[in-house]
């Protein structure tokens, strides 16, 4: 009798799913992906043997024929986008609709939830409208100097390593070492000892926060597809919350300098500044070392990835790294051969070939949104301009941006590394790999410099070519929604 009753209890739930959840899309008359129960669109990533990425990326080679396919996140439903423009139309025309995919509870991780990544609302305008004008081009001028002192210590580091191991080097580390130590020269004043400690402390913070090993992903998985699990057992975005090491070196840094009334006017003074101010969301020790972290997490291992897949398709396109050289050499010329901003400025077909180099690599795979109200967005079906579709409150937003910047639609030949394609502005709007909109990533213009340092520094003294060490393709490893190259990336470093 008992088991007659839980199959009868069990059918009921199928049935009510089918019914309540299953049938929204076919209701709407939106292309949808037909869910399994009870697993919906996702029983490959919950089993592992795809990632959420890889599986939007699958969905979107499958429906890109139309500007949206519906599925299920779960029981959930969600949109998977293909068309760029109702992309701005989600992060730019209708912006205050949508709000972020993944929230970070203050009880989970206290550094990482007043990140403006995993914000909304007036909390997100006021925390991102006080950071932000530490990233303007009047403040940037002042990294330089911080950059070229580590520009220095990388390359003492580069011959160093050269004489231990020949010609070859792990750019992939090298590329993590100097972003690191650009960031906490700049951010926070400190030297992290990235090219001198055997375990410097910004590798140290980096490695906390990466999900390349398997545990880092299943919490990371846990985190996005079961939000109320991952917060039960502190799961974020990142795998797991930041240990206190990095928020012990931050609060010992403001102490001394309060103590000893040193001041830096870097980004982590005018922290303190505004803590002193008593500013709304920066008033408290939490607070001042979450809104450093900010700094760290979109100034590190993002552009080390970056970073290190730039240098690689440069030794693979010897006519391109020939170009970017000529570049510079003319730069620096006009400016007496001395690093300065303008100088970067100038720097438009090595700006292309960062662009192209994240097109192809794309760090930030995956962007997602849910609706915060109800919305209105265009027909699915291309050619149907005039009719519309309404989308309820807390659906999911997904935009695949690794597999868009690699459709041939958009980009002709796209497994072709072609840099000329970005001075073109028009192949430029469809390009999100910083994202788009009022949230465009906060730390573009940090990043942009240091990879255009970084590769003055190297490409002054070195020509870099393939190592035989690199016996397969890179690829991304299986993160959910960042790009980690797989396997090392090791170069050879040939002396000018």
Same mark, same amino acid.
């Given at each position: 009798m008992i088991l007659y009753v839980l199959l009868l209890i069990a059918f009921f739930i199928y049935f009510w799913c089918k019914v309540r959840y299953y049938t929204y899309w076919k209701n709407r008359h939106v292309p949808y992906e037909k869910p399994m129960f009870p697993f919906g669109s996702m029983l490959k990533v919950l089993t592992m043997q795809? +990632? /959420?990425?890889?599986? &939007?990326?699958?969905?979107?080679?499958?429906? @890109?024929?139309?500007?949206?396919?519906g599925f299920f996140n779960m029981w959930s439903p969600a949109i998977l986008v293909c068309d760029p423009e109702i992309i701005k139309e989600v992060l730019i025309r209708q912006f205050r609709s949508f709000g972020v995919w993944i929230h970070v509870p203050h009880n989970v991780d206290r550094t990482l939830s007043l990140n403006p990544f995993v914000l909304d609302g007036e909390v997100w305008k006021d925390v991102r409208g006080k950071l932000t004008?530490?990233?303007?081009?009047?403040?940037?001028? +002042?990294?330089?100097? +911080?950059?070229?002192?580590?520009?220095?210590?990388?390359?003492?580091?580069? #011959?160093?390593?050269?004489?231990?191991?020949?010609?070859?080097? @792990?750019?992939?580390? $090298?590329?993590?070492? *100097?972003?690191?130590?650009?960031?906490?020269?700049? !951010?926070?004043?400190?030297?992290g000892g990235s090219?001198?400690? #055997?375990?410097p402390?910004?590798?140290?913070? !980096?490695?906390?926060? &990466?999900?390349? +090993?398997?545990?880092?992903?299943?919490?990371?998985?846990?985190?996005?597809?079961?939000?109320?699990?991952?917060?039960l057992i502190k799961c974020t975005f990142i795998g797991g919350p930041i240990t206190s090491s990095f928020k012990e070196m931050i609060l010992s840094v403001v102490k001394y300098r309060k103590? @000893?009334?040193v001041t830096s006017k870097n980004y982590l003074d005018h922290l303190s500044e505004l803590k002193s101010m008593g500013v709304p969301h920066f008033t408290s020790e939490d607070q001042l070392v979450s809104h450093a972290f900010t700094f760290f997490l979109d100034g590190t291992e993002t552009t080390a990835i970056t970073f290190s897949c730039t240098l690689l398709e440069l030794a693979k396109n010897p006519a391109v790294q020939e170009q970017v050289k000529r570049e %510079?050499?003319?730069?620096? #010329?006009?400016?007496?051969?001395?690093?300065?901003?303008?100088?970067?400025?100038?720097?438009?077909?090595?700006?292309?070939?960062?662009?192209?180099?994240?097109?192809?690599?794309?760090?930030?795979?995956? %962007?997602?949104?849910?609706?915060?109200?109800?919305?209105?967005?265009?027909?699915?079906? *291309?050619?149907?301009?005039?009719?519309?579709?309404r989308i309820s409150k807390g659906t999911q937003i997904f935009m695949p941006m690794e597999e868009m910047h690699r459709d041939a639609t958009h980009y002709p030949n796209p497994t072709e590394f072609n840099p000329d394609r970005f001075q073109d502005n028009t192949q430029r709007s469809i390009f999100m790999?910083?994202?788009?909109?009022?949230?465009?990533?906060?730390?573009?213009?940090?990043?942009?410099?240091? /990879?255009? %340092?970084?590769?003055? !520094?190297?490409?002054?003294?070195?020509?870099v070519e $393939?190592?035989?060490?690199?016996?397969?393709?890179?690829?991304?490893?299986? &993160? @959910?929604? *960042?790009?980690?190259?797989?396997?090392?990336?090791?170069?050879? *470093?040939? #002396?000018?």
């Open positions: 795809r +990632n /959420i990425s890889e599986v &939007c990326c699958d969905l979107y080679r499958k429906y @890109n024929r139309y500007r949206y396919v004008s530490q990233f303007t081009g009047a403040k940037m001028k +002042n990294v330089i100097p +911080n950059m070229v002192h580590v520009n220095g210590r990388m390359m003492d580091y580069i #011959k160093g390593q050269l004489r231990e191991s020949c010609d070859e080097i @792990n750019v992939g580390d $090298l590329s993590l070492k *100097f972003t690191g130590e650009s960031v906490y020269h700049y !951010a926070y004043g400190v030297d090219f001198s400690d #055997k375990c402390h910004p590798l140290e913070v !980096a490695e906390q926060i &990466c999900t390349r +090993n398997q545990l880092g992903k299943v919490k990371q998985m846990i985190a996005m597809m079961f939000p109320s699990l991952g917060n103590d @000893n009334g %510079m050499e003319r730069s620096l #010329k006009r400016h007496s051969n001395e690093i300065t901003y303008d100088a970067l400025q100038e720097l438009d077909y090595t700006e292309s070939v960062i662009y192209e180099t994240l097109r192809l690599y794309t760090v930030i795979r995956l %962007m997602g949104r849910v609706c915060l109200e109800d919305v209105t967005l265009p027909s699915p079906f *291309f050619g149907k301009d005039g009719e519309h579709v790999g910083f994202g788009d909109g009022p949230k465009l990533c906060l730390g573009k213009p940090f990043a942009m410099a240091a /990879i255009k %340092m970084g590769l003055i !520094a190297i490409l002054s003294d070195f020509t $393939l190592s035989e060490k690199m016996d397969r393709p890179v690829k991304s490893g299986n &993160c @959910n929604i *960042f790009y980690s190259p797989e396997p090392d990336i090791w170069l050879k *470093f040939v #002396k000018v």
